[in-house]
């Protein structure tokens, strides 16, 4: 009966393993109890499930097992072929965010970049601190694993995964773990931090409505200039800034409605299921 026992999954099951399911349970909690960012907790939680239980060979990866790609399981291929490899994946998502943002307000008054600037503050922080850990000989971080960790300060899950599927892709799984709970968790972190910070008079400060109406010329200039001077920039960030774009010409296009609409629904929601 031992033997038997020790021959289903139920003996193989680690520490690890055992921890990695609660936080998916926690996930999947948050994500029907809650509501907090259910379209990716839920995927997640599940996921997260299905990797830890042991024996099932799920995270076989494609060319592990020598001469025998039939014998890689459907997690493995995903990651290695959607974001190792060729990270697709990530670029998908990032058509369908592009289609499905506005960016009238900000065309509108441009000084709300300057409120994007100050959002990157938490990714020079956390990548100061992750260096100074690896100087400290605390933690194993050089310049790309602290990079890769830094990247979570902007509350990108898709962008989280494509850097470090660059700089630093054995920590994928923590790093996206990571981004997906910084994000769902804003709505708890936010208020107390926001009540610290500011003054009740301060909170109460009412914001005018934006009044002035952008042309048409100007919604489809925005897409392709920002896709110009970012690439050229940072031509590194071709794949995500030049999908993110091309899906935002779609929306404001107004000539190609289904594929709008595909990439808002039905693209991002498979995209997002399979990451």
């Given at each position: 009966?031992m033997?038997?026992?020790?021959?289903t999954?139920?003996?193989?099951?680690?520490?690890?393993n055992?921890?990695?399911?609660c936080?998916?349970?926690?996930?999947?909690?948050?994500?029907?109890?809650?509501?907090?960012?259910?379209y990716?907790?839920?995927?997640?939680?599940?996921g997260?499930i299905?990797?830890n239980?042991?024996?099932?060979?799920?995270?076989?990866?494609?060319?592990?097992?020598?001469?025998?790609?039939?014998?890689?399981?459907?997690l493995?291929?995903?990651i290695?072929?959607?974001?190792?490899?060729?990270?697709?994946?990530?670029?998908?998502?990032?058509i369908?965010l592009?289609?499905?943002?506005?960016?009238?307000?900000l065309?509108?008054?441009?000084?709300?970049?300057?409120?994007?600037?100050?959002?990157?503050?938490?990714?020079?922080?956390?990548?100061?601190i992750?260096?100074?850990?690896?100087?400290?000989?605390?933690?194993?971080?050089?310049?790309k694993?602290?990079a890769?960790?830094a990247?979570?300060?902007?509350?990108?899950?898709?962008?989280?995964?494509?850097?470090?599927?660059?700089?630093?892709?054995?920590?994928?799984?923590?790093?996206?773990?990571?981004?997906y709970?910084?994000?769902?968790m804003?709505?708890?972190?936010?208020?107390p931090?926001?009540?610290?910070?500011t003054?009740?008079?301060?909170?109460?400060?009412?914001?005018?409505?934006?009044?002035?109406?952008i042309?048409?010329?100007?919604?489809?200039?925005?897409?392709i200039?920002?896709l110009?001077?970012?690439?050229?920039?940072?031509?590194?960030?071709?794949?995500?800034?030049g999908?993110?774009?091309?899906?935002?010409?779609?929306?404001?296009s107004g000539?190609?409605?289904?594929?709008s609409?595909?990439?808002?629904?039905?693209?991002?929601?498979?995209?997002?299921?399979?990451?």
């Amino acid at each position: 009966m031992m033997v038997d026992f020790l021959g289903t999954g139920f003996g193989e099951l680690t520490w690890g393993n055992i921890v990695m399911i609660c936080v998916a349970f926690a996930f999947i909690y948050l994500a029907i109890a809650k509501k907090w960012e259910p379209y990716v907790l839920l995927p997640i939680g599940v996921g997260a499930i299905l990797a830890n239980l042991p024996g099932t060979g799920l995270l076989v990866f494609p060319y592990e097992v020598p001469g025998e790609l039939g014998a890689a399981g459907f997690l493995g291929i995903f990651i290695e072929f959607g974001l190792l490899r060729y990270t697709v994946l990530p670029v998908l998502i990032f058509i369908g965010l592009g289609a499905m943002t506005d960016f009238t307000p900000l065309i509108a008054n441009p000084r709300l970049f300057l409120l994007g600037a100050a959002a990157q503050i938490g990714i020079v922080i956390a990548f100061v601190i992750a260096l100074l850990l690896g100087h400290l000989g605390l933690a194993d971080f050089g310049l790309k694993e602290a990079a890769s960790i830094a990247i979570i300060g902007g509350a990108d899950g898709p962008t989280t995964i494509f850097v470090t599927s660059q700089l630093a892709p054995e920590l994928m799984g923590i790093t996206a773990v990571t981004a997906y709970s910084y994000m769902a968790m804003v709505p708890l972190i936010q208020p107390p931090i926001i009540r610290a910070l500011t003054s009740k008079k301060e909170r109460q400060i009412y914001m005018r409505p934006q009044t002035r109406t952008i042309s048409r010329r100007e919604e489809l200039l925005f897409p392709i200039v920002c896709l110009l001077l970012v690439i050229l920039l940072v031509p590194r960030s071709a794949p995500l800034v030049g999908m993110f774009m091309f899906g935002n010409l779609l929306r404001v296009s107004g000539v190609v409605e289904r594929l709008s609409e595909t990439a808002q629904n039905a693209l991002m929601n498979l995209t997002t299921i399979i990451l």
